[in-house]
């Protein structure tokens, strides 16, 4: 049976491009699109296994588009040199793979893949087209799927004609009238102006096409018929100038773009010019001494027993001998998904059990006593979100020894993708069926029958058998094995326990300050109708442009391609100027507010708990923070009293308990006076100066009592601005002076400062020369970025340098804290509870007879979690609910 695979080359190159990191080989040349164009087409090689196969390009920037319209594509911008480079590159390396390439002058590479597919279509063959771009939707039929980048070119969404039904309420062609009507800016198609996708479909569903709604111009209301009716030509122009042309004058014959595999040496000698190593490591090409035969290993061979299959004194005895475990929940957020089953593998042996198994007695007594088993060793995949998932259903996993998340999260904190196909592809194991062509995906997601389900989390436990190894040899060579073994995976257990229990919240607070919020909303939209003489939607972007710069005359300080900006920068900016202006800034920092902090925490409280659980994310941010989901406590707004006022709604769960909160203070600072050695620095934490007040001495040159608010403001944003790199640019915009101002004071806090001088300077070299930085605990962070030619790439990667040791210690620090913090409570056997971790503060409830200890314990514990060179702070307070604790 045929299959074909027909891939838009200048979309996918694009999108590799900007989602990949820089990347050169040693001559210089720029490799990274390259590089994510090669891994995309390996995958695709793998899962599809086409026997006909063609890349795609624009043969050059004139079609036949333009003789209609000369505008077409006129906005794009101008190709980056570091991106025009790889297309020859791309194109050679194609033909080392044996897949055919095309281009034609005068048609796009969307007209080409169109043509194509229309011909397999005719003759009934399965057709693939890989495209970032939606306009290849309307190729869609019975058999032709669409598949769609997303996360750059590392995942699809694919779509067949009742995917693009269930998304859009679309037929595949509708999708021209789609784009005929709303436009498209990065071709340049006009559209109607201020129709947005959500109009444009609502006019479809109603009408069915462009010219149907141009019919019906008559039958709309108000501005929406004037829009329509004015703009009908560029409406018919646009839906035009988005039709795929299907009828190319191919010089090709379809047989041309027959594929039949690589010649392993010629994909070799091109991997070895990019200089992809782990390219060849992985396709096990001939210099990495494997067959010549260009195939890809073998999918390893296993046993798959259900549960119910095992007499017990055999699953015990396979479960004592686990090597690895894979546990399947379907949902983003932990506490909610549903569990499905898991696998646990014994060398080619993998006992599987369904979510009903699980819940069988007779069938799970000996894995439900060995997941609880202290001392036995579990080694999995996402371990953290699985334990939750367990304790949810009254299973409480014990024993974690290795977690493939959290060790390639370790390795990589940068990569875009750490999800187990993600490894298995960098790792060059055999690829495994891909979710959702298991579950399917939206509406028509369902746990397959059991058989099916049971190899799939087989061949999931057999991966993770398989990268365990590989991993644990990777982090012993990144010296990061200690860190992974003494603070990740124990901080996950600890988390996991914070997670469950969770913390009370009061909605009575909440709906009281939701009323207070309403009644102020509505006072400031009355003012700001008042000063604008007239009502409008402020929430409306375009309608606020209109009224602050046209109707009332505010200097334009931005320009969008849909109009005036009005985001918060430019709103600040005027606020000094307009009384307008600071009642908008007001009014919007209410709504969000009501929206998101009084409204959403309510939709969060758990029914039978009483409670929100949030969940805290180790594997996201590069600095090695922790990020709160389901929902984000981290991000509560405190700047401001009625977003401080939020807190008093958070309470203990027991009657008579107080909540207990203790914070860092300017950890940041005594991590970079520690790392610096810069002596000036040392001394004012030492003799527990206040260091702003300190700096502002040293660097305006005055005594302590000489410093007034202005110099402490100043020394503070050169503080902290330090710690990220700050520029003249950006401390001119934080402190409102010249940059010329801004640039002498940094000059003279470094003269002050030289220690911190020195640091910048050495760790940027050292970067430069190793790659990667890394925190006091040997946490890494790859900077390939730090040798790019483009300025502001590497400006960034130098920044980035300079503060992710100081970032990523701090981090660790209060880590390390939380761990000896439960040990703390758990060894001395406290009713105390650690409820949460909000930046550089820990949150605790406490029972009244604990609070004494409670008050002197946890600060002991925060400032002994490192030994620096300097003294860490932390202070303590306490009150009946959160806002009184601070």
């Known amino acids: 049976m045929d299959k074909w695979v027909l891939i838009d080359g200048n979309s996918i190159i694009y999108r590799a491009f900007f989602a990949m990191p820089p990347l050169t080989n040693s001559a210089g040349l720029h490799t990274n699109a390259v590089y994510g164009f090669t891994t995309m087409l390996l995958r695709l090689l793998e899962e599809e296994k086409p026997t006909h196969m063609l890349v795609a390009f624009d043969a050059g920037k004139i079609t036949f588009r333009h003789e209609g319209y000369e505008d077409y594509k006129g906005g794009r911008q101008k190709t980056p040199p570091e991106l025009s480079e790889q297309f020859p590159v791309l194109k050679e390396l194609l033909q080392s793979f044996g897949i055919a390439q095309y281009e034609l002058p005068g048609y796009e590479a969307d007209d080409i893949i169109g043509t194509l597919s229309r011909l397999a279509d005719e003759q009934g063959v399965e057709t693939v087209v890989v495209s970032g771009d939606k306009d290849m ?34 037929t595949p062609l509708q999708i021209i009238d789609l784009k005929g009507l709303m436009g498209d800016t990065s071709d340049n198609i006009p559209g109607i102006p201020g129709v947005g996708e959500k109009t444009a479909l609502k006019l479809l569903h109603e009408y069915g096409s462009v010219e149907s709604v141009l019919e019906h111009a008559s039958d709309l209301k108000g501005k929406m018929q004037e829009k329509v009716q004015t703009h009908r030509d ?41 200089e992809f190593k782990s390219l060849i490591e992985r396709l096990a090409l001939p210099d990495a001494g494997c067959t010549d035969n260009g195939v890809p290993a073998a999918p390893p061979t296993y046993e798959v027993l259900r549960a119910g299959s095992l007499d017990k004194a055999d699953l015990e005895k396979l479960l004592a001998t686990s090597e690895s475990l894979y546990i399947e929940s379907i949902g983003d957020n932990p506490h909610q998904a549903r569990l499905i089953g898991i696998a646990v593998t014994s060398g080619e042996r993998i006992v599987v059990l369904t979510y009903d198994d699980l819940m069988d007695p007779s069938l799970s007594a000996p894995v439900r006593t060995w997941l609880e088993d202290e001392s036995a060793p579990k080694r999995g995949y996402d371990l953290h979100k699985a334990e939750l998932a367990l304790g949810w259903i009254g299973i409480h996993l014990r024993g974690i020894t290795f977690d493939a998340l959290l060790a390639a999260y370790l390795l990589d904190p940068t990569e875009s993708s750490q999800s187990l196909a993600a490894l298995i592809q960098r790792h060059g194991l055999a690829s495994i069926q891909t979710d ?31 990268l365990v190894p590989m991993l644990s040899n990777e982090l012993d060579n ?12 124990p901080l996950a257990v600890v988390l996991a326990g914070m997670e469950k229990q969770g913390i009370q919240v009061n909605p009575g607070v909440l709906e009281d300050l939701g009323a207070e919020l309403e009644k102020g909303i509505s006072q400031y939209m009355s003012g700001i109708y008042a000063q604008a003489g007239m009502e409008f939607n402020i929430g409306s972007p375009k309608q606020l442009g209109e009224v602050l710069f046209e109707k009332l005359g505010l200097p334009v300080i931005k320009k969008t391609k849909t109009g005036y900006s009005t985001d918060a920068e430019v709103l600040e900016k005027l606020e000094p100027y307009s009384e307008i202006v600071k009642m908008i800034l007001h009014y919007r920092q209410l709504t969000k507010l009501q929206s998101t902090y009084v409204e959403g925490l309510l939709k969060e409280i758990r029914r039978d708990t009483g409670k929100v659980h949030t969940y805290y994310r180790q594997t996201i941010a590069a600095t090695g923070r922790l990020s709160s989901q389901f929902p984000n406590l981290q991000n509560i707004p405190i700047r401001m009293e009625e977003g401080r006022r939020i807190r008093k709604a958070f309470v203990p769960s027991e009657p008579g308990w107080k909540i207990l909160a203790a914070d860092y203070s300017q950890i940041e600072l005594r991590v970079l006076a520690h790392i610096s050695g810069d002596e000036k620095m040392k ?23 000489e410093v007034d608010a202005n110099m402490r403001r100043q020394a503070k944003a050169v503080n902290f601005g330090i710690v990220y790199g700050i ?49 006091l605990l040997e946490r ?79 600060p002991e514990v925060m400032e002994s979690a490192l030994k620096l060179d300097v003294p860490l702070r932390a202070d303590v307070s306490y009150g009946d609910n959160w806002y009184e604790a601070k």
């Open 234 to 274: 560029s409406a018919i122009m646009s839906k035009k100038l988005a039709t795929i042309f299907r009828e190319v004058p191919l010089e090709k014959g379809t047989e041309e773009l027959a594929y039949s595999g690589y010649e392993s040496h010629a994909l070799a000698d091109m991997f070895r010019k990019l």
């Open 683 to 705: 001394e004012a934490f030492i003799e527990d100066t206040d260091i702003h007040t300190k700096t502002a001495m040293d660097v305006f040159g005055v005594s302590a009592s």
């Open 727 to 775: 520029s003249d640019f950006g401390l001119s915009n934080n402190l409102g002076i010249s940059r010329k101002d801004a640039a002498k004071f940094i000059e003279q806090y470094f003269a002050v400062f030289q220690g911190v001088r020195q640091y910048m300077d050495d760790i940027v070299a050292q970067a430069r020369k190793d790659g990667f930085v890394t925190t």
């Open 780 to 858: 890494r962070r790859y900077l390939p970025e730090i040798k790019a030619s483009n300025f502001n790439l590497r400006s960034f990667a130098e920044r980035t340098a300079m503060n992710t040791p100081i970032q990523g210690t701090a981090a660790d620090i209060i880590k390390l804290a939380m761990v000896k913090m439960d040990h703390e409570l758990r060894e001395r056997g406290l009713r105390s509870r650690m409820l949460l971790q909000v930046h550089d503060e820990l949150v605790f409830e406490v029972p009244a007879e604990e609070l004494e200890l409670m008050k002197t314990l946890v």
């Open 478 to 489: 990144g010296k990061m094995t200690k860190l992974n073994d003494e603070l990740e995976l």
């Open 436 to 466: 959702e062509a298991v579950y399917g995906k939206g509406a028509r997601l369902q746990v397959p029958e059991a058989d099916v389900l049971a190899h799939h989390l087989a061949a999931k436990a057999d991966a993770v058998r398989r």
């Open 137 to 170: 939707l309307q190729l869609a039929s019975d058999h032709v799927t669409i598949a769609l980048t997303r996360k750059g070119v590392s995942e699809v969404d694919r779509y067949d004609p009742a995917e693009i039904q269930d998304k859009y309420g679309l």
